[in-house]
């Protein structure tokens, strides 16, 4: 049998440059195991607190080539809200996090805002914007307060960005406010039901109330950080709660208005890889432009005798994904440059 691919040192002999953690979907609730939505999946509330804990101990294990973790979105579940158990539940996952010995970056999914308006969580810590590396004597690449995004860079060359899924949206926020009023009719005018959480006969599943879009103000400053990373030769990696992807996703999990945030990523050379949470089942798809659309698998609904989490190794030609439990590994090469013509 062949020895187990070191990933520290992949058959062609390249030298790793750095590494990162990515976790999704822990939805940790003082609760009974319980079911999702339609009956059909276990989830194992409780116990998603030491799934966190045994990926932590892996992560410390790295040694220094691991920078950060990227936590992908729902942290705590909604349920939460219910027994009025939200910031307890929030409190105790972060100090599970706090044995971390790198930085986490923390993405907002839908059941944060089950628990929390967007007022409270950007005074918590689930903000980490303080994090973000600013581009000197380029004011266009600095984020706008009114969305949940900013990007960072982990390694020369390399420039992460954590976007909001919920910008555009009706959870967290005051049902009075004019973004709320913006984010119901958007949503009125594409799903009909009375139920609006439900799909059903929907001609666009993803206009649902769990999911949220990307407003065109966050899409102009994503398009003009990527034009900076294209001038700077730097490869990308973008993250999201929502995938964008519909090869790679559940077509109900997707963001809104995926199309226009696919339309601004393809419209640039530099991203390399979209990692997202908020499917549960995991998915994954290389597009037509050569971007990896990565969906993780749950924590929420792994087994205890299972794990769901990955540690991304990143070489000069490619990522490999090392999963853990459900998480299957993946080779992620990245796309060629095109020879120019002198």
């Known amino acids: 049998m062949a020895d187990e691919q070191n990933p520290q040192r992949p058959p062609d002999g390249s ?66 809200a219910k027994y009025k158990a939200s910031e307890k539940s929030l409190e105790l996952v972060m100090d599970t996090f706090k044995m971390l ?14 628990n929390f308006s967007r007022d409270y969580l950007t005074n918590s810590k689930l903000n980490t914007k303080f994090l973000q590396d600013q581009i000197e004597h380029h004011p266009e690449t600095i984020p706008s307060e ?40 958007i949503l009125r005018e594409h799903n009909s039901n009375e139920e609006l959480n439900s799909p059903q006969g929907l001609s666009e599943p993803q206009f649902v109330q769990y999911n949220g879009g990307f407003s065109q103000e966050q899409l102009h400053w994503l398009n003009e950080v990527l034009t900076f990373s294209d001038t700077n030769q730097e490869k990308v990696v973008i993250v999201s709660h929502l995938p964008i992807y519909p090869e790679a996703s559940d077509s109900v999990c997707l963001a809104w208005n ?14 390399v890889c979209f990692f997202a949470g908020h499917t549960h089942d995991g ?27 990955g540690t991304v190794h990143v ?11 459900r998480i299957p590994d993946r080779i992620m090469n990245y796309k060629k440059e095109e020879a120019s013509h002198s």
């Open 15 to 80: 030298e790793q440059l750095f590494s990162f953690g990515v976790i999704a979907d822990i939805q940790y609730a003082d609760l009974e195991d319980g079911y999702n939505f339609h009956r059909s999946r276990r989830r194992y509330y409780r116990h998603s607190l030491l799934h966190l804990q045994g990926a932590i101990e892996d992560w410390n294990n790295k040694g220094d080539a691991l920078c950060c973790v990227l936590q992908l979105g729902d942290i705590i579940d909604g349920y939460n």
């Open 101 to 114: 010995k790198v930085p986490v970056h923390h993405t907002w999914g839908n059941h944060e805002f089950y």
């Open 146 to 185: 009114d969305y949940y995004a900013y990007h960072f860079v982990p390694f020369p060359k390399f420039r992460f960005i954590l976007l909001d899924a919920y910008d555009l949206s009706v959870l967290g926020i005051d049902p009075e406010s004019p973004k709320y009023q913006q984010g119901m009719k």
């Open 258 to 271: 995926y199309t226009d945030a696919l339309a601004v990523i393809w419209s640039h050379k530099c991203v």
């Open 283 to 309: 998915g994954y798809s290389e597009d037509p432009f050569g971007v990896h659309h990565v969906n993780l698998e749950g924590v929420i609904e792994t087994a205890p005798d299972s794990q769901a989490f």
């Open 315 to 325: 070489y000069p030609d490619k990522m490999m994904l090392k999963g853990r439990g």
